[in-house]
């Protein structure tokens, strides 16, 4: 049977918020489009670009800063290695004159247009780039943002793709245990053998451990920022205030010394629940601040992983870098399972493809971490989702901030929580395979109304008006 090969650093990229599928997808795309423009050396005769949004792209594109992406993209920069505190100057200046600097090299007219009422047919998250290059000479391209950052682009040649054999191709979570179960070995180690087929294991570690140090910049950052979420919906940082409470008269001054300092507050219950809240909610208002984070598998569900790695360094005895690439690389194979067999697009299955997802990539790492096997591991992924089933996408005014923020917490405790229960049960008397839980997920997207895919036209999105104070 075909395997699609996904690799740990797809699931997992480094970007800027507040949305993967509705800000990183379109910025990539827009450097796709420029990528076009060069190889057809058409770059220096664009005269303008016109990018249209359509379907949910244009219903949260404001609230989700799809217009700021494309733009920052047309001008040629990279959402890895960006200033993010240039982005606001950048974009006031380019909506002001209407102008921007294509590819950094050549000044063009450039606008961006919302098509609220119209959707393309292949994904709700459509754009159009149009560019007019003079001599009526028009460039146009079209490009899917399908969730994670990932992008495809319309009647793309698949055949030219590179094609990676892995050793152990796996579409399902029951490919996975085969492979387990006929070699011996983990999760993390299968997954491992595979990602030898792109680099050498060292490159994997080392780009791992990347991942996690923005991660881990991302939640102390969050921690000591304070102040209001921009966007008009006045929500207030809140993991400022948690986290110094709870350090109390604890001194630090990096993030090493902070962890000494939680340490300190001892491992009862209510303590650790604070701490884990705090860290997911510090990431998640990174993220709606338009501030560097990781997409796991999501923006909008970056905190869950981080929270629960978090969690397991501090109160698990996980401080050390060979754990933490194993924790990375077992969630990585969960969430690419979800991929292939339904989605991690909040505008195709709701929340629960961002949140329920990473809870469930969540759940089966810290489960391998804490010692469990592979059916254990399995066995917490899927506890974990069929307790998001169902959960809508409903964002207030379009904005990654209510109720996504808390919804990071909730996954946190979720994975934490499908974890144990698993450690403590025996799979073979569970009634639910992670596969089912899967194929029962994307069922119940397909009968989802579409209101409650990322449209900010139901739910919450409709009962509390924009600008009313909740948080």
């Known amino acids: 049977m075909p395997h699609e090969a996904i690799s740990v650093f797809d699931m997992f990229k480094i970007g800027v918020g507040p949305s993967s599928s509705h800000t990183l997808g379109p910025w990539r795309a ?31 594109g404001k609230g989700h800063g799809t217009d700021i992406a494309v733009l920052m993209g047309l001008c040629g920069e990279d959402p890895v290695t960006v200033d993010v505190t240039t982005i606001a100057s950048k974009i006031q200046h380019i909506q002001s004159e209407k102008k ?32 007019n290059c003079g001599d009526d000479i028009q460039i146009s391209e079209t490009f899917y943002s399908v969730g994670g950052g990932f992008v495809i682009k319309e009647n793309e040649d698949k055949t030219m793709e590179i094609k990676i054999d892995l050793p152990f191709p796996i579409n399902t979570s029951e490919d996975l245990l085969h492979w387990c179960m006929k070699t011996g070995l983990s999760i993390h180690e299968v997954v491992m053998e595979n990602e030898n087929a792109w680099r050498s294991e ?28 921009p966007g008009g919906l006045h929500v207030r940082r809140r993991a400022f205030d948690l986290n110094k409470k709870l350090t109390r008269q604890n001194d630090y001054n990096d993030y090493n010394s902070w962890i000494n300092a939680v340490k300190k507050g ?164 569970a009634r639910v395979s992670l596969d089912k839980v899967i194929k029962t997920m994307w069922d119940t997207a397909k009968d989802m109304n579409f209101k409650y895919k990322e449209t900010a036209e139901g739910g919450l999105a409709l009962n509390i008006p924009l600008g009313l104070k909740e948080c």
């Open 266 to 429: 001892g491992n009862n219950f209510q303590y650790i629940l604070d701490w884990v809240s705090c860290f997911a909610l510090a990431v998640n208002e990174e993220n709606a601040s338009f501030g560097r984070v990781v997409t796991a598998p999501t923006n909008g569900a970056a905190g869950v992983i981080p929270a629960v790695l978090q969690y397991f360094i501090i109160f698990c005895d996980g401080n050390d870098e060979e754990k933490i690439t194993r924790f990375l690389l077992t969630a990585a194979e969960i969430g690419s399972i979800f991929k292939k067999e339904a989605t991690i697009s909040a505008a195709m299955g709701g929340c629960q493809a961002e949140i329920g997802v990473s809870s469930s990539m969540a759940a089966a790492a810290l489960t391998e971490s804490l010692g469990g096997t592979q059916r254990q591991a399995l066995m917490a992924a899927e506890i974990a989702m069929e307790h998001h089933l169902g959960m809508t996408c409903d964002p207030i005014g379009g904005l990654v901030q209510v109720p996504c923020i808390e919804r990071n917490t909730m996954g946190a405790i979720k994975a934490i929580t499908a974890s144990q229960l698993a450690l403590q049960s025996s799979p073979d008397y």
């Open 30 to 60: 827009a450097l796709r489009f420029i990528k076009t423009l060069q190889q057809k050396k058409l770059l220096q005769q664009t005269q303008s670009v016109i990018v249209l949004l359509y379907g949910s792209l244009a219903k949260t």
């Open 202 to 229: 060292a490159d994997t570690k080392q780009g791992l451990l990347n991942i996690w140090q923005t991660m881990k910049e991302c939640m102390y950052r969050g921690c000591h920022s304070k102040g209001e979420l």
């Open 100 to 131: 921007l600097v294509l590819n950094n090299e050549k000044e063009i007219n450039a606008d961006v247009q919302f098509f609220i009422s119209e959707s393309l047919p292949f994904h709700p998250n459509g754009l159009t780039f149009l560019a």
